[in-house]
Each structure stands twice: as C-alpha cells, then as structure tokens.
C-alpha cells in the first residue's frame, strides 16, 4: 500500500525542489563593480578629516594608486601634472665682480656645471619623483650618483615621515625608521653605505620598535605636490567624483542589460483543490526548465514557479543617460582642470588658455623646489671659483612654441637669450656646447653650408626686384600694362 503524502510533505518537496533548482535564489551579477572595492565614500571623507593620522594617510595612498590603476580620468590627472613642464634649462652665471673675472676659468666653471647637470638629467630622473609626489602626496629619495650615471632611490613612503626644514636651503627634510630593515636584512645590500652605517649603529637599540634617525645628507631629496604639510595624495578631494563617475557607469550598464532582457516563465501545473501538489512530476518541471534554459540566449531567463509573475519593463525616457558624462564634467570642476584638454571635443579658446596657465602655475611649483634641490646638490658635491644657476624654465608642452617665438624677438632686440633658445629647443647647455664646437670647429659647417640668396642674405646691389611674370601667367589686363610699358621705352 502505497503511502500518503501530506500537505507538509507535498509543501518540503515543493520548496526542496525550487532550492534545487535555484528558482528562489536571485543574485546581484553586479556586485563588486566599485572602482575601490574595499573602501566607501565615507572611508574617505573620514580619512581626509582625519588626514594628519598616519594610517589615514597611509590608506589615501592606497586608494591613490588603486585609482592610477583602475580609473582612466585619475591616471590622465596625475600624468597631465606631472608630465606638463618639459624640463628645459639654462645655466646662468650667479652674481660675481665682473671686472676680476678669470675667462679661462670661469669658462671651466660653466662647462663643469654642464656635465653635472647633464648627468643627473633631470627630465628622466625625475619623471617618477613628479609622478610620486602627486599619487602619493610626497616622494622620499636618495640620490645615487655614479661616473656615468645618476639615478634617485625611492624610499617606502610607511617608513618615512617629514620632519623639519633645511635652514640653509628651505628644503624639506625627512627622517627613516630603520626598523625597515630588521625583516628586511637583505635589502641593505641596494641601499648606500649612508644607510647601513646608520643601521649598524641603531639596530642594537631595543628601547623602541621603531628606530627613527634623520636623514641629513644632501644627496636626500623629499617633494611634496600637496599644498598641506601632511602627505597625502594632491588629488584625494577628488577620489569621491571618481566614485560618482564608477557608480553612474555600473548603473547605466545595469539598466542597459535590463533594458535588453527578456523573461519566461514556466508555470507548474498546481492541484486546483489540494495546496502544494504538483499535477506533474518532478522530473518533468526538471527536464523542460533545463531545455529551455540550454536554448535560451543569455539576455533571456527562465524561471519556473507556481506562481504568475508580473513583467516590469523600464522606461528608457526615465533615466538620464547623460549622468555620466555630467559625473565626468563635475570631476574636471574639481580638479580646476578644463574638461576640454581631455574631450574629442576640445577647442581652443581664451578661456582654454587660461585655464591651462593656472594649470602651469600650479604644477611649477613642484618644478622649483627640483630647481632649488639640483642647485643645493651641484653646489655641495662640487667645488667651484664661479657658481652657475640651474634655472628651470616656465615651458610646458602647451607653451612651448609661444615662448620660442617671444624668445627669437628679445634676439633681434639684442637680448641674450640665445641660451634660452637653445634649451627651448630641447638642447641641454652640455649639448649646445658640443653641438657648437662641433658644428664650427670641426665640421665648419659654417663654411660649408651657404645659404640661397634671398632678402634676408643679399646685399642692395644683389636684389633686382621681383622675377618679370611670364606672360602666359598674366592676365589681359597685365599684358595690356606691359605692352604699354614697352610702348614708352620705344
């Protein structure tokens, strides 16, 4: 005798078969699509409130380069700033009594200057400082000269904190907490002797965990991009318009892909008279939900149910599809910087150029304190009779032809500015030199290059007036006119 099903029995074997199935389970396919996955709009806020805190400062650098990363209009900030000035520089003499000048030396003087800062290269060796400052708020370094070669070392910026000013430069200056090394005892081997002596003579103090010691040497170098003393990332204020921008887009994906899909449902034929009873079996809800989820499309569901359901469609005129860009056009409001320069709609404009100008200002701040180091480290790891200045000049990859331009018209005033030109041009003042030396004494391509007459070459007696028109260039009213000039000769 076959035994009888209970209405509690035919309701646990419904819902058993439902969970089997996952008819009852629905999942958010879109969890997870936040630019910063781990930290919130609120982590933020309360770390930049909090942003004198090392552990804040410490997770603002963490979103900082998760963001570099992750987010093209946040990489396009910071390479924009940190890319804009094109490094060129002359090596102007410091104030010295003119009248007891040794030519010779003071010749000397400037061509050993040039080879120093043709070595250290500041456009390249510093390419990644600039680039640091700005992701990271500071960058920490030591300068590693060699014979040919110089490059600066990054220090990790958890074991490094800002802690007083050079009175003799304005520089800022940083000390390191060697603890660093305590798990890190083969790293010592790619830091300069300056850190191992310190280590050798602090790793035996077990007063503290942390053994912080000053960094003194001029071969340190510490660049901050921020405005605000505490190092944090030049552009954290912005990282919440970078997540309005990620949410908006995850949201505009979403209702696309719901905009485009499509559901069926499979009702299950129920007992009209007895609750939760199937009027087929199982194993035929099983077979048909599986032959139609294998043929469906991925826009298309299937679900399976006892129950009607209600389709919902969305609107597509109730939802802003511009709130991207509008997101994107408000994150460049906050950065100062014009959306233009980055739009396939860019123009050019007065109100373009001077947005780009605060820009430059902005960014040359940073390019002097590289100005102010290189000349303390030229001045201290050098002996010199005459002193020669590294000057850094305003030129930007959007400036730079405007200033070649003003520069050649101070030339024909008779300005010296022919150094100005040259680094303009992209020479160093090592490379001018050669290039000259090269060009006039060895090559004497002077010489040898005679350039085509012309009103800029010929003397008086050399210009005759323009070339006569042929006559089949000329039109009836111009052999008119030379006809009745001839006319007159006769």
Known sequence: MSQIETKS????RAMSIFKELGFINISNKNKGNSVVETYTSEDVKKFLKNRSNVASQK?????????????????RLILYFSTLHTMDYTL???TTDIGSVNPKKFKKDYEEHAKVAEKIDISSSFLEARITSYVDGAFYGFARPTKNGFYLQKLDPD???ITFIDPDTGLLGYSFDFSYFNNNT??????????REIYDRVKGNNSSSEK????????????????????????????EGILDIADFKALAKTKEELENFMLLLQKIPMDSKEANKFLIE???????HENLLDISPEQVGVATGPMDITAVKFDKDTYDKNKVGQATTQFWDETGVSNLLFSANASTSSALKYSTGTDESDAFRLIKVIE??????????????????LNILPATKLNRNELIESALKLANAGMPVKNEIMALRGYSPNTALMNSYLENEILKLPDVLVPLSSAHTATPSDLNGRPKTKEEDLSDKGLKNRDNESNKED
């Open 9 to 12: 029995d035919q309701y646990f």
């Open 59 to 75: 997770k603002l650098r963490n979103i900082s380069r998760y963001l570099l990363s992750a987010s093209g209009h946040y990489q």
């Open 92 to 94: 102007p003499p410091m």
């Open 159 to 161: 074991y490094c904190k």
């Open 186 to 195: 083969s790293m010592l081997n790619s830091f300069p002797d300056y850190f």
């Open 212 to 239: 912080w010691e000053r960094i003194e040497s001029p071969l340190a170098i510490c660049l901050t991009a921020s405005y605000d003393f505490n190092p944090v990332p030049a552009f954290s204020s912005v990282f």
């Open 282 to 288: 199982e194993d035929y809800v099983k077979t048909f």
């Open 372 to 389: 102010k180091w290189c000349n303390s480290y030229i001045q201290a790891t050098g002996n010199y009779k005459y002193s020669f200045k």
